[in-house]
């Protein structure tokens, strides 16, 4: 892809997922006064806030930024199947995975939470965390709807 065609998509994928990114950025802000501590991550394509104080732990991305309760995203982590106890996947990096969910919320915007929601929310059945994983896997395949 062509660099202005890239910057293009990138931009249009950002405005499009701007209301997810506000509920991110809201709760981002909210953690600031109880020790959060934001940074953009170019590679990411993210704001970051981490050490985000409420949560049971991990990352939740929200458009253009992810709450993160740790100090890093650079971290091992093991993938949604693993600890379903359906494979035996190596562990993943926490930001290839989250990663992996801001592009798919950069080309469905408004309509990603609705989507994630109707395929099940926070789980191993989830098609966009199956994704997340094996774009944390194999640097590939991103898209909940791979093709065949």
């Known amino acids: 892809m062509q660099p ?51 949560g049971p732990g991990g990352a939740i991305t929200f458009g253009n930024t992810i709450l993160h309760t740790g100090h890093s995203l650079d971290v091992r982590c093991t993938t949604y199947a693993h600890r379903a106890g359906w494979c035996d996947d190596a562990p993943v990096q926490l930001a290839d995975h989250e990663r992996a969910h801001v592009y798919q919320y950069m080309v469905l915007g408004p309509l990603f939470l609705p989507a994630y929601l109707l395929f099940g929310g926070v789980s191993v059945r989830n098609r966009f965390e199956r994704a997340a994983d094996r774009y944390a896997l194999t640097g590939r395949g991103w898209w909940p709807w791979p093709r065949p």
């Open 4 to 54: 202005a065609v890239r910057v293009a998509a990138l931009v249009s994928g950002a405005i499009w997922t701007a209301p997810n990114t506000l509920i991110g950025l809201l709760g981002g802000l909210a953690g600031l006064p109880f020790g959060a501590q934001c940074r953009w991550r170019r590679d990411d394509l993210a704001l970051v806030f981490d050490r985000w104080p409420w």
